[in-house]
């Protein structure tokens, strides 16, 4: 059984930063056969894909977090950083951690964490 658990969701200042966790259960992130996402949904709007790690290793970043975010592996400890700089009131939202176990990462996602709250205040 697949288990992802977020951590690390914060109130913070406009302008500072937040490292938000994901750890599995049931996969490692070693293993290059599936790809590892990160989402965010605030309230109204649809859920949106921040980040994604796909089998290659390469990362692809949404427009609207790219070059204020990264993503980094611990493998140890099979977890999936996500760093959050500069954040803005926009970045409010509850962020999720998603695994598709297959290569095809923009399909769909087969298994979702239960998500982490970021507010962001002016």
């Known amino acids: 059984q697949v288990r992802l658990v977020e951590s690390g969701g914060d109130s913070v200042q406009a302008g500072g930063s937040l490292r938000l966790s994901c750890v599995a259960s049931g996969i490692a992130y070693t293993y290059r056969d599936y790809c590892i996402a990160w989402f965010r949904q605030a309230p109204g709007n649809e859920r949106e894909r921040l980040a994604t790690v796909e089998p290659s290793g390469r990362t692809a970043f949404a427009d609207s977090v790219r070059g204020r975010a990264s993503i980094f592996q611990d493998n140890a400890k099979n977890t999936l950083n996500l760093q959050l700089n500069s954040l803005k009131p926009e970045d409010s939202a509850m962020y999720y951690c998603?695994?598709?176990?297959?290569?095809?990462?923009?399909?769909?996602?087969?298994?979702w964490g239960q998500g982490t709250q970021v507010t962001v205040s002016s």
């Open positions: 998603a695994a598709t176990l297959t290569k095809r990462c923009y399909t769909w996602v087969d298994y």
